[in-house]
């Protein structure tokens, strides 16, 4: 069975400081792994996948498959990062996106 | 301007009334997935789909209906709403997988339901 833990429910870190989001995931072949990001009031939206090994906004997160882990990374927080944030698993196959309970990020002044 | 559309967006309604919320999408996906947002439980697959006339059910399925006779639309049918299913709920879509391809899923703006 496919699954996603986020063990973090709110994370708060002050401006400038570094960010590390955590996202442990259960499956036992090849997943595609994804980071999504609600903002006050807006839709989720794309952040960052793994297979890209893009860098968004300043966030990265690379698959480690040793750990099963998927962390979102990004060593300088601002204001404007504050939002909830889903990790997100599809395995193989046209399988549904499986998501993380999320962590809300706050950042503050 | 490729989208994902709900309505409504806000709704308040009794318990027992049937309602139906809509979900459209002019992006030609073949799946489409609808969630329901709650505190403290993040987001929860109530149904999806995965072309026309295929639907199966998610995580939390009861007390939902959902039809796909359009590859466009996926309405979220509540025969008889209960409190419990107050919430903000999500219409997402996307293509489906091609070997090797990594696709992302677009989210609707959200309908928040209250059920007294």
């Known amino acids: 069975a496919q699954r996603v833990t986020q063990p973090e429910k709110l994370l708060s870190v002050f401006k400038g400081a570094p960010v590390e989001l955590k996202c442990n995931y259960s499956y036992s072949g090849s997943p595609e792994l994804f980071w999504y990001v609600q903002y006050s009031r807006q839709r989720l939206q794309l952040l960052l996948r793994h297979i890209s090994r893009e860098s968004i906004k300043g966030f990265t997160a690379d698959l480690n498959k040793g750990e099963t882990s998927f962390h979102l990374k990004k060593p300088f927080a601002q204001e404007e990062d504050s939002a909830m944030y889903y990790c997100a698993l599809r395995g193989s196959g046209n399988t549904p996106l499986v998501f993380g309970k999320g962590t809300r990020l706050s950042v503050i002044a | 301007e490729a989208q994902v559309t709900q309505n409504p967006r806000y709704l308040i309604t009794v318990t027992g009334k049937k309602l139906t919320v809509t979900c459209s999408q002019n992006m030609n996906h073949e799946y489409m997935s609808w969630y329901r947002q709650d505190p403290g439980l993040g987001l929860r697959q109530i149904y999806y789909s995965m072309n026309v006339e295929v639907t199966d059910k998610g995580d939390v399925p009861e007390g939902y209906k959902v039809s796909r006779k359009e590859k466009r639309n996926f309405p979220l049918i509540l025969e008889s709403p209960s409190p419990n299913q107050t919430s903000l709920y999500f219409c997402?879509?996307?293509?489906?997988?091609?070997?090797?391809?990594?696709?992302?899923?677009?989210f609707g703006p959200g309908t928040r339901l209250t059920v007294t």
């Open positions: 997402a879509s996307s293509p489906t997988s091609l070997a090797g391809a990594s696709y992302e899923q677009y």
